[in-house]
């Protein structure tokens, strides 16, 4: 199986400030890579696929880059909607695998 | 709208069998493969399976021997059972639609069904 790996668990940063969550496939995954939010109370949220790819909806402050077995998502100018948890999902191939989430709390 | 929301027992006994049932609005079974994915304190987010717009379904082999995923399209329901439960399957239990058919990303989920294994 493909082993996600997101190093950091928590992260915590002022609104406006930019960050960057990391994931780390155990072998390389192209650019089969979703990233999801996860807020308490709520469905968990698809913001980005294929590595790069903005789901309907996700504000243009996400970005995605990575392919191979490294991915970063970006988050420009924090929102206060921006915290929460956040996990990648490789569908490389199955069994389709996510990460143990970051989750990123107001400093 | 599109809308899943899972019903489920809330306590199961160990050794028995879990049902869920996702109802789903604003879309159509046959056109969308349904996922399964639930999150346990002990694995985190595991994908247990999905049941293909055709109607036919894949397992993580994790599950396979105890899982069974089905659907009624008359009621847009998808249903996922899976027997011999054991304390470490308590957790929350999801469905998802996929993005695409086949795609295996998730645009759309459940709030999720909380489930406990326990005497």
């Known amino acids: 199986d493909v082993q996600m790996t997101q190093s950091l668990s928590y992260l915590a940063a002022s609104p406006g400030e930019s960050v960057s969550i990391s994931c780390k496939a155990s072998k390389s995954i192209s650019n089969y890579l979703a990233w999801y939010q996860q807020k308490p109370g709520e469905a968990y949220k698809l913001l980005i696929y294929?590595?790069?790819t903005l789901q309907s909806g996700t504000p243009s402050r996400f970005s995605g880059s990575g392919s191979g077995t490294d991915f970063t998502l970006t988050i420009r100018s924090l929102e206060p909607e921006d915290f929460g948890l956040y996990y990648c999902q490789q569908y490389y191939e199955k069994p389709l695998t996510f990460g143990s989430g970051t989750k990123l709390e107001i400093k | 709208q599109v809308q899943l929301k899972e019903t489920g027992p809330g306590l199961v006994q160990p050794t028995q069998t879990l049902s869920i049932t996702c109802t789903v609005s604003?879309?159509?079974?046959?056109?969308?493969?349904m996922q399964w994915v639930r999150q346990t304190p002990g694995k985190g987010l595991e994908w247990m399976g999905f049941?293909?717009?055709?109607?036919?379904?894949e397992y993580n082999s994790e599950f396979k021997s105890r899982l069974s995923i089905s659907r009624d399209t008359s009621k847009n329901q998808v249903f996922l059972k899976m027997n011999s439960l054991k304390t470490e399957d308590t957790g929350v239990y999801y469905c998802?639609?996929?993005?695409?058919?086949?795609?295996?990303?998730?645009?759309?989920w459940g709030q999720g069904a909380s489930v406990t294994v326990s005497s």
């Open positions: 998802a639609r996929d993005l695409l058919r086949g795609y295996y990303v998730m645009d759309a």
């Open positions: 604003g879309f159509s079974l046959t056109s969308y493969y």
């Open positions: 049941i293909r717009s055709g109607g036919s379904t």
């Open positions: 294929s590595g790069s």
